[in-house]
C-alpha cells in the first residue's frame, strides 16, 4: 500500500534499501525474477541465479517476508515499480548476462519464444546456442504468422553473429521474413 504513495525515485530508493539488508541469495534471486518477469518459476530464477534450489527456495521465502515478492507456485513482484528498480540498478552488462543466462533456463525447458525474446534483450556476445535458439524462436513466429518478430529474431541472430556457413541460411531466412 505504500508503494503508491511514493514517486518512482522514492520507491527505487526502498526496494534497493530493502534489498541491501537481505542476504545476498536474495538479492540475486530478486534479479533473476526482475529479468525473467511475472509468474517466474523458482527452478528459473535459481537457474538464472546460480543458486542451488534449496538455496533458492529459501532467498524466494525471505523476499515474500519483506513483501518485494508474492507466489506460492510462481514468483511475482508486489509491484511493477519494485521490478523496474531493481533491473534499473543493474549495468548494462550484467543485465544483458542475467538476459542470456534466462534465455538458457528457457531453452533448457523448452520454451523456445521467451528464450529468443530474451536474447533480444541481451548483448550479442558470439554463442552459437543462442543462434540456434533465436532461429528456432524465427521459424515459430512464422509459423504463428507474426513475420515481424520473426525478422527481429532474425536480425538479432546475424548480430550474434552465426559461424560463416550458417550465414547464408541466415540471410535467405531473413529475406523470406521480410517478405
Known sequence: ARIVELTPAAVRHEALSRLGRLIES??????AVAVLGDKAQLRHAARVARLELDDAAVAADQLVEVEMLTGEDALTFRHPL?????????????????????????????????AGAMLLRAHPGGDQSAVAVLKAAAANAIRAGDARTAVRLLR????????????TGLLVDLARAEI
Do not use: C, I, K, Q
Not at 548494462?92 to 543466462?101: G, N, P, Q
Not at 538479432?156 to 550465414?167: G, S, V
Open 156 to 167: 538479432r541472430a546475424l548480430d550474434e553473429p552465426p559461424e560463416e556457413a550458417e550465414r
Open 26 to 31: 536474495a538479492a540475486a534471486l530478486a534479479r
Open 82 to 114: 519494485l521490478s523496474a528498480a531493481v533491473l534499473e540498478d543493474l549495468g548494462s552488462f550484467t543485465r544483458s548476462t542475467l538476459y542470456r543466462r534466462a534465455a538458457e533456463a528457457m531453452a533448457h525447458d523448452g520454451a523456445t519464444e521467451r
